[in-house]
């Protein structure tokens, strides 16, 4: 299973950027799909997830985070607006098929104030 994480960049505060994650796998039989980051010097946090069409987000980017799914495409997508410095970190879209775990290489997200 592989997935491609892209959509990465460099942005102004308050701008948008949207990932996608290419998954070589059907996402819709997937137990989890989730979205990280990892900041310079910090953990790993989890992002967004979604299981069986419910998606929570964390506290950091409830209402400015969407993420989703495409099952023509085979995507995962995180909208993000709004963006902050704080948002800064290689996001990473991760996928779980029962007790198979598999990540993305990571995409590069730098907002600067």
């Known amino acids: 299973v592989q997935l491609q994480a892209s959509g990465g960049g460099a942005v102004q505060a308050g701008e948008s950027l949207t990932l996608s994650c290419a998954v070589s796998?059907?996402?819709?039989?997937?137990?989890?799909m989730a979205w990280y980051r990892q900041a310079p010097g910090k953990e790993r946090e989890l992002v967004a997830s979604?299981?069986?069409?419910?998606?929570k987000y964390s506290d950091s980017v409830k209402g400015r985070f969407t993420m989703s799914r495409d099952r023509i495409q085979g995507t995962v997508g995180l909208q993000m607006n709004s963006l902050k410095p704080e948002d800064t970190a290689v996001y990473y879209c991760?996928?779980?098929?029962?007790?198979?775990?598999?990540w993305g290489q990571g995409t590069q997200v730098t907002v600067s104030s």
């Open positions: 991760k996928g779980s098929w029962g007790s198979s775990v598999y």
């Open positions: 796998r059907n996402i819709y039989s997937s137990t989890v």
């Open positions: 979604s299981v069986m069409g419910r998606t």
